[in-house]
């Protein structure tokens, strides 16, 4: 059975730092597609970034444009996990924050990923 399962969540004030971990197990996710997305209440789940590989780049990431430069993502293929590193937060980043995983086409789509995780609460207060 596949699972994801995040880790890392919790509450800071704005400006400070947060590390998300997200761990698969039950089949590997090498040159699969793992994300990030989050909900807000009354919000709809968005994207938040993504590692993808292809074969001329390898690996590489595309981020929604509210967190670049401010959260990075990494991923160790030997281990199953990816990382969310999140620096300078902000209040509306406050969120469920969400591991997904598949093979996709629209990247920042949540349809077109097949695995998820239950999520992580982040809080950031002013």
């Known amino acids: 059975q596949v699972s994801l399962v995040e880790s890392g969540g919790g509450s800071v004030q704005a400006g400070g730092s947060l590390r998300l971990s997200c761990v698969a197990s039950?089949?590997?996710?090498?040159?699969?597609?793992m994300a990030w997305f989050r909900q807000a209440p009354g919000k709809e789940r968005e994207f938040v970034v993504v590692s993808r590989w292809n074969r001329v780049l390898g690996y590489y990431a595309n981020f929604a444009d509210f967190v670049k430069g401010r959260f990075t993502i990494s991923r160790d293929d030997a281990k199953n996990t990816v990382s969310l590193q999140m620096d300078d937060l902000k209040p509306e980043d406050t969120a469920v924050y969400y591991c997904?995983?598949?093979?996709?086409?629209?990247?920042?789509?949540?349809?077109?990923?097949?695995?998820w995780g239950q999520g992580t609460q982040v809080t950031v207060s002013s």
């Open positions: 997904a995983a598949g093979r996709v086409g629209d990247f920042d789509a949540a349809d077109e990923y097949t695995y």
């Open positions: 039950g089949r590997t996710f090498s040159q699969y597609a």
